[in-house]
């Protein structure tokens, strides 16, 4: 046998060996590829079947109840997390209002107690005032009784001296008494 | 002159296979694989099931999720939840066993038979008329054979349209639909190996080799993507199919 004879040319040399009388039965025994076959129909739907019977009883429940848990899980936690957030919310809200009412009262107080050290500072510098005016008062009183005293005992002063020079001048004692009144009259302004 | 020694092997190589006995050939083997692999998947995941899903929960889960989502809310809407199971097994069967058509030492989608997809076009088929029947009574057969809005004169016309198309033809055009894209994809593949094998054995074309073999590995590729679109459309249309019937009125 050559060696470059192909594949075809052995397949035609192996079918051309078998003869002609076997050709012809083989001819006759060639199957239409579209028609489907018993067996071929009976095993597929043997287990076509058993896969079927098999997911809906056995095969799917444990997947379906697995993903349905899941989804139940994810919804909770869903759930939760939406729940947490409203809680922080409402903390937040509380937290700032609680700050707000700090803030408020802090405000009242701070307004209380400057309120009421304007009171005490107009208190005490009314007292410290009235104390000031007293002494004011008081001192100017003691001026002029001073201013009095001194007045009085200058005026005595002059008319000692006054009284004592016109003694001096006329040659004689006078009477510083009697003569007092002129003294006063010359001392308050008016004529001798 | 050399491509004409290629031979493309008869069709009966590439869709009958032997029986390993009592009828159980290689896609009865594919069911059985197409049975035990979402089985044995979905019942680690069930098993170990955790609060955060990983590995194997995770994938049958995003599955389950995936049916519901995009098949079964879409294709039914309220009321979708009992046939949950049903679209979940069509979608994993039907892809489990058309991805056959890219596993070595099988390298045959399970649909590319016409067994499979009748079974199932006829289980979306019995279905949906007895969920329309179920929730609608014989009303549902009047909405489905006389459409509110539609003119009686036209009746005669109408009529036997939705009958045909709706009880007749829906589930056939449902079966073949999936049959002939993985039947095509895999004649495509079958084409594209025998392409490789004889291009490889034909020394002097050797050069068109890397590009008929690229052409194998993007179909494969290809018909991977096909496999999952293939069992979304058909779960899609038989939610559709059932939310037709369970809502006749929309």
């Known amino acids: ?192 | 002159m050399l491509l004409a020694a290629v031979e493309f092997p008869p069709i009966k190589n590439i869709v009958e296979w032997p029986d390993f006995g009592a009828g159980f050939n290689k896609i009865g083997l594919i069911c059985a694989i197409a049975f035990a692999v979402p089985t044995i998947l979905f019942l680690v995941a069930g098993r170990r099931a955790e609060m955060v899903p990983r590995g194997v929960q995770g994938f049958a889960e995003t599955t389950v999720e995936f049916i519901e989502e995009q098949v079964a809310k879409p294709g039914i809407g309220v009321g979708y939840e009992p046939y949950v199971p049903l679209l979940v097994s069509f979608f994993v069967f039907i892809a489990i066993g058309n991805l056959f058509e890219v596993i070595p030492f099988f390298q045959m989608p399970m649909n590319a038979r016409m067994g499979p997809p009748l079974v199932f076009a006829l289980v979306a088929w019995a279905m949906f008329i007895g969920v329309g029947v179920r929730h609608n009574g014989a009303q549902y057969f009047k909405d489905v054979l006389f459409p509110p809005g539609v003119p009686k004169a036209l009746y005669f016309l109408v009529t036997p349209i939705e009958f045909l198309s709706t009880f007749l033809v829906r589930p056939f055009s449902h079966a073949v639909r999936l049959f002939a894209n993985m039947l095509a994809g895999h004649i495509l593949l079958v084409t594209f190996s025998v392409l490789c094998i004889s291009l490889w054995s034909l020394g002097l074309v050797a050069v068109i080799l890397p590009f008929t073999f690229m052409g194998l590995v993007v179909f494969t590729a290809f018909e991977i993507g096909v496999s999952f679109i293939q069992a979304f459309v058909f779960a899609i249309l038989a939610a559709v199919y059932i939310g037709g019937a369970l809502h006749p009125a929309h």
Do not use: C
């Open chain 1, 1 to 192: 046998m050559p060696e470059e004879l192909t594949l075809a040319e052995l397949l035609a040399l192996g079918e051309a060996e078998e003869g002609e009388a076997v050709e012809e039965e083989a001819e006759e025994e060639v199957p239409n590829p579209v028609l489907p076959t018993g067996n071929e129909i009976l095993w597929a739907a043997v287990f076509f079947f058993a896969l079927w019977a098999m997911m809906k009883y056995v095969l799917l429940p444990p997947i379906q109840r697995t993903r349905a848990e899941r989804a139940a899980k994810i919804s909770e936690a869903r759930d939760a997390a939406g729940n947490a957030s409203a809680d922080i919310a409402t903390a937040q809200a509380d937290y700032d209002a609680t700050i707000n009412a700090a803030r408020s009262e802090a405000t009242s107080l701070v307004d209380a107690a400057r309120a009421e050290a304007d009171a005490d500072r107009a208190e005490v510098m009314a007292a410290a005032e009235a104390e000031v005016a007293t002494l004011r008062a008081n001192a100017e009183t003691e001026l002029a009784e001073a201013r009095a005293t001194a007045m009085s005992a200058l005026r005595d002063d002059v008319a000692a001296v006054a009284v004592g020079a016109a003694s001096t001048v006329v040659g004689r004692d006078l009477d510083a008494s009697s003569h007092r009144s002129i003294v006063d009259r010359i001392l308050d302004g008016g004529d001798a």
